[in-house]
């Protein structure tokens, strides 16, 4: 029983211990949106007209910034996408990633059930100071909630856009 206690310990003072190094890295690594983002109209590629404000007015959105060359994103654009059909309020932004045709190819014609805009140049990237790819940030009515960088699972990505969204 001793021992079990013991490895217990051990185990949650690691799960500590990657929980403190996230949250550092985040930090280190946080994006800031520029000044009225909220309202600044963008466009999808499937030509639709839109804000963050109007997006995250009734539900948290998710921003999901990736790019076709970053590996970890392959798993998490995965799990965005599953995110966005099983009803989340989700809002990718894709840089470097080539034209919108070479993006709904990569997204495997997903697209369609979440607003993507495609940032070629990765402008609105440098705008935003996205640094690490990927960066997730949860927006509740025109407001930055939370941010995340790097690999994060499924169920911490719902957990950020759903438990924790509801305490703000």
Same mark, same amino acid.
């Given at each position: 029983m001793a021992d079990f206690r013991k490895n217990l310990r051990a185990f949650f003072l690691l799960l500590l211990l990657i929980v403190l190094v996230s949250? =550092? =890295?985040?930090?280190?690594?946080?994006?800031? !949106?520029?000044? @009225?983002?909220?309202q600044q109209p963008f466009?999808? $590629?499937? @030509?639709? /007209? #839109?804000?963050? !404000?109007?997006? *995250?007015? /009734? /539900?948290p959105l998710l921003i999901y910034f990736w790019s076709r060359d970053c590996g970890v994103c392959r798993y998490t654009t995965r799990n965005i996408l599953s995110q966005a059909? *099983?009803?989340e309020n989700v809002l990718i932004v894709t840089q470097r990633s080539g034209d919108d045709i070479q993006v709904v190819r990569l997204l495997q014609g997903?697209? =369609?059930?979440v607003p993507v805009i495609?940032?070629? &140049?990765?402008?609105? !990237? /440098?705008?935003?100071?996205?640094?690490?790819?990927? &960066?997730? #940030?949860?927006?509740?009515?025109?407001? $930055? $909630?939370l941010y995340t960088t790097g690999w994060t699972s499924d169920w911490g990505t719902r957990l950020r856009t759903g438990w924790v969204a509801k305490w703000y």
């Open positions: 949250w =550092l =890295l985040d930090l280190l690594h946080a994006p800031k !949106a520029p000044q @009225g983002f909220a466009h999808t $590629i499937d @030509g639709r /007209k #839109l804000t963050i !404000a109007a997006l *995250s007015a /009734k /539900k059909a *099983s009803g997903r697209h =369609l059930t495609n940032d070629p &140049t990765g402008a609105m !990237a /440098k705008q935003w100071q996205v640094s690490v790819l990927p &960066t997730m #940030l949860v927006v509740i009515k025109g407001r $930055i $909630i």
